[in-house]
Structures are given as C-alpha cells and as structure tokens.
C-alpha cells in the first residue's frame, strides 16, 4: 500500500473508472493536454470488480469514480478497495442523494461531468493534496446536509424503495419530462416508461406527477 502522497510533488497518479469506453478515453485525452508531470493515468476500469483490482494493484493517488457502475456503485468501489487512494466522484449526476451517498462513502469531492478538462487537473491534483473539492452547486447540498437542513436518512430510506431504473424514471418525471421524452433519453419504450412510474408513485405512496414533483423538489433531487 502506498504512503499519503506529499502535496505538489510529481505527477499525480489517476485510476480512471467509467463503464462507457469513449467517455474514459475523453478524460485519458483531457488529462494528457495538461502534459508530462502533471497527471498521469495509470490504469482505467469498467465496472466495480474491474476498479478494485486496478485500485489495489496500481495503487493511486487519486480514483476518478463515476458514481453509478455495474456491479454496485461508486460506494462498493470505496468500501472494498484496499488503499489510501483519495477518491474524486465524476458523475453526469448533480442530485443530492447521489452528491451525499458519495461523499458518506469516503469520497473527498464530488464534480459533474460537464467539468473542463483544465477545471479537472486542477481538481484532481488538490484532492491529492488532502482539499475536498466540490463543483459550486453540489457544495450546498454537502453543507445543508451536514448543517441539519434536511434529512438525509430519510432520503435514503425513501430512495432504497426504488431500483436505479426508477430513480433515474423518477427523476426525469419530476423534471418535467413527458413519458415520451424520458423514453427516448433512457432508451426504453414508452410503455416501460409507464410501468415505472405506477411502481414509483406506489413505492413513494403518492398519487400524481405534481405530488411526485413536490417530493423530489423537498429532497433537493431536481
């Protein structure tokens, strides 16, 4: 297992998981523009098992985790990882119970991915450095969070009801998206789009769209 790195010193050494090949060859692309002695990329992983093994062989100094991942998740990747990697969430997702369940796996930041390529060196060399780094918006739901300000077991609790398909159904539907819409954003068919919605409004007891919008509004998962 590899020492804490001292801060500023070589290039910081990334594993990067993603289960989309393009995307993590983007980011290889994005991190190489910074140039030599600056980040390097080390391994790259699809899935949890995949990330695990190339954790623990290569030995980081920061994993860039996307946060939902065959196999169980960014939160499996921290919790069976032997290492003193830092972990540095990079997820198309900004809601909340993502934002928080990351960070109360371990993580030390939590960026989206619409992230400039500049804006990510920076990012990953200051987690390697001990900072936590947040994009702006998400900061507020880790200090609301850890404030009191709202619940977050409840979150939880009511979101653990719903399999990953319906939370991204559910999130969609409560944006303002028609059933149509979300079925060509998730690639399924209308009708799969309905039977996800009847199971979530039953799971969450609630009778409507516009109760289910007021749900996810109150719980910050817009």
Not at 164 to 190: C, D, Q, T
């Amino acid at each position: 297992m590899s020492s804490t790195p001292t801060p500023g010193t070589g290039p910081a050494r990334v594993v990067v998981v993603d289960d989309h090949a393009m995307f993590r060859a983007g980011v290889r692309a994005e991190l190489g523009h910074a140039g030599a002695g600056v980040v390097e990329v080390v391994a790259e992983a699809a899935d949890v098992d995949e990330a695990v093994a190339a954790v623990e062989a290569h030995q980081p100094d920061v994993v860039l985790l996307d946060v939902h991942l065959p196999g169980g998740g960014g939160a499996e990747v921290m919790r069976r990882a032997r290492t003193e990697a830092r972990f540095l969430a990079l997820s198309v997702s900004d809601a909340a119970e993502d934002v928080i369940g990351t960070i109360r796996g371990g993580a030390r930041g939590y960026v989206t991915k619409t992230i400039t390529g500049a804006e990510l060196v920076d990012a990953i060399r200051r987690v390697r450095d001990g900072d936590a780094v947040f994009s702006p918006r998400l900061a507020g739901f880790v200090l609301d969070a850890f404030s009191g300000t709202f619940e977050v077991a409840q979150i939880d609790t009511d979101l653990d009801r719903l399999t990953e398909r319906e939370r991204e159904v559910m999130r969609l539907i409560a944006r303002g998206y028609a059933y149509k819409e979300v079925a060509s954003e998730l690639f399924i068919s209308v009708k799969t789009v309905e039977t996800h919605m009847s199971s979530v409004l039953r799971k969450l007891q609630l009778s409507s769209r516009h109760e289910l919008t007021r749900w996810a509004s109150d719980r910050r998962l817009l």
